[in-house]
T-cell receptor, first 120, second 112 residues
Framework: GAVVSQHPSRVICKSGTSVKIECRSLDFQATTMFWYRQFPKKSLMLMATSNEGSKATYEQGVEKDKFLINHASLTLSTLTVTSAHPEDSSFYIC????????????????FGAGSRLTVL | GEDVEQSLFLSVREGDSSVINCTYTDSSSTYLYWYKQEPGAGLQLLTYIFSNMDMKQDQRLTVLLNKKDKHLSLRIADTQTGDSAIYFCAESRRSSASKIIFGSGTRLSIRP
């Protein structure tokens, strides 16, 4: 089945530095990927929809200059947390639509394993 | 209230059935999903149901949808220790099929 690889799985950084998280679709092409943020005991919050070859679509309240998304190829989307602060510490998860999933109507998503960011 | 709501915790005895409930608010929901998240991992799609269906069964999993009450449930028969996880209810809408809205997740724990 479809596999999405996310890297790194854990990262610790100092306040003020930038961190890049990669999301790759390993055996399929993903024109659309999604980035979520998960707070403890909370739902997944959709941050943005990443579209290959075009600008990402950000959800209301998400700072696009803070969370830079680049989807330069059909298999790779990156999320860069710029000038990270302790409040950015969270679990970030990406997902991609499986081929044919959207055509069937149901949006069948394959998720990466997530990246836990800790900002000191 | 939130678009998709679930209770936070459920504890069941091994071998019993687990029933995880979910309510949603938008009547335009077209597909409803159940995802499973194991500790430190991403989400795994368990099953989904189209809004014009009222039941879907897949091995130990049974999904019931009451569209009138906007209520979705997931029943896991013969619950095993490997079923311990967080279960997320989610929906997608006709107006924005690419966006999936998740509930807060129900943590299922299994007692021996």
């Amino acid at each position: 089945g479809a596999v999405v690889s996310q890297h790194p799985s854990r990262v610790i950084c100092k306040s003020g530095t930038s961190v890049k998280i990669e999301c790759r679709s390993l055996d399929f092409q993903a024109t659309t990927m999604f980035w979520y943020r998960q707070f403890p005991k909370k739902s997944l919050m959709l941050m943005a929809t990443s579209n290959e070859g075009s600008k990402a679509t950000y959800e209301q309240g998400v700072e696009k200059d803070k969370f830079l998304i680049n989807h330069a190829s059909l298999t790779l989307s990156t999320l860069t947390v710029t000038s990270a602060h302790p409040e950015d510490s969270s679990f970030y998860i990406c997902s991609a639509s499986e081929p044919g999933g959207m055509n069937s109507g149901a949006n069948v998503l394959t998720f990466g394993a997530g990246s836990r960011l800790t900002v000191l | 209230g939130e678009d998709v709501e679930q209770s936070l915790f459920l504890s069941v005895r091994e071998g019993d059935s687990s029933v995880i409930n979910c309510t949603y608010t938008d009547s335009s929901s077209t597909y409803l999903y159940w995802y499973k998240q194991e500790p430190g991992a991403g989400l795994q799609l368990l099953t989904y149901i189209f809004s014009n269906m009222d039941m879907k069964q897949d091995q130990r999993l049974t999904v019931l949808l009451n569209k009138k009450d906007k209520h979705l449930s997931l029943r896991i028969a013969d619950t095993q220790t490997g079923d311990s996880a967080i279960y997320f209810c989610a929906e997608s809408r006709r107006s924005s099929a690419s966006k999936i809205i998740f509930g807060s997740g129900t943590r299922l724990s299994i007692r021996p």
